[in-house]
């Protein structure tokens, strides 16, 4: 197992890398502990434009996430029956599945305020800049449409795959019929390209809850009769296991229930 010292080491490496690439931020302090280095050094992650990096540069943060990846653990959802509607509590960012749906806004860039605590920026923070430079490549600078989704590769993240769907913002007390549309058009859009792509295992995570405001109790509901739908309707997809990921308690209750009924 590595000793701190050594990841220690790698850290400031990599901070310095990042903090010289703006002016604004070379005269930052390098903090002293391991716990506050990670955080910089996902802060930096987290504010960088989509750019190419050095060969170097890259190697050395593929290390350091996949030395994080290794404390987390990496999970893996096995089938136990025929065409499986799982749920599991717990970080997105350690499942071992084909791909993970991630909750993206119109840009498709990732969420670039330092820290925060959207899946957005767990996703990428885990994944490594490599993907907000996919994401812009593949974006081209244009808007992705709400309810629509778009795939690309996972890096350094277990999934081998990350499919990237705009789910609807609500901004009235309950949401409008025109929204509940667009969200169950993005679980079925990402089971559509998961289907493309010949994928078996894919993992949902709660699209448009939390700083999207969808109420969790509907979302679930529209979540729940939507994937069964879809599978129901494509039984020789080659989609055969879908997880639904909660984190909050709510949501871990909300989907316990609802797939409960059958």
């Not at 070379?26 to 190419?52: C, G, I, K, T, Y």
């Not at 907000?132 to 778009?150: F, K």
Request: with cysteine; charged share 25%.
């Amino acid at each position: 197992m590595e000793n701190s010292d050594s990841e220690n080491i790698r850290l400031e490496w990599l901070c310095r890398y990042l903090l010289d690439e703006n002016p604004r931020y070379r005269q930052m302090p390098m903090p002293d502990s391991r716990h506050e280095r990670r955080d910089l050094f996902r802060a930096l992650m987290n504010v960088r434009l989509p750019m190419p990096a050095s060969e170097e540069f890259l190697r050395v943060q593929d290390e350091q996430l996949q030395v994080q990846l290794a404390e987390k653990g990496a999970v893996e959802i096995l089938r136990i029956a025929q065409n499986d509607i799982l749920e599991w509590q717990g970080d997105i960012t350690r499942l071992k599945v084909d791909a993970i749906v991630n909750a993206a806004n119109s840009q498709m860039l990732g969420c670039f305020v330092p820290l925060h605590r959207c899946i957005d920026n767990a996703i990428h923070s885990a994944a490594g800049v490599q993907l907000r430079l996919a994401c812009e490549e593949m974006m081209h600078g244009t808007e992705e449409p709400t309810g629509s989704a778009r795939i690309t590769s996972g890096f350094n993240l277990p999934a081998k795959y990350v499919i990237h769907t705009v789910g609807p913002i609500v901004m009235t007390p309950q949401p409008l019929r025109q929204q509940e549309v667009q969200l169950a058009s993005c679980y079925s859009s990402c089971l559509d390209l998961a289907h493309k792509k010949g994928l078996e295992s894919v993992a949902f995570c709660c699209i448009s809850t939390g700083e999207f405001r969808f109420p969790n109790d509907r979302a679930c509901g529209i979540a729940v009769s939507t994937v069964r739908s879809w599978m129901a309707g494509h039984p020789d997809s080659s989609v055969k296991t879908i997880i639904f990921n909660t984190f909050k308690d709510i949501d871990h209750e909300l989907y316990q229930n609802a797939l409960a009924k059958g």
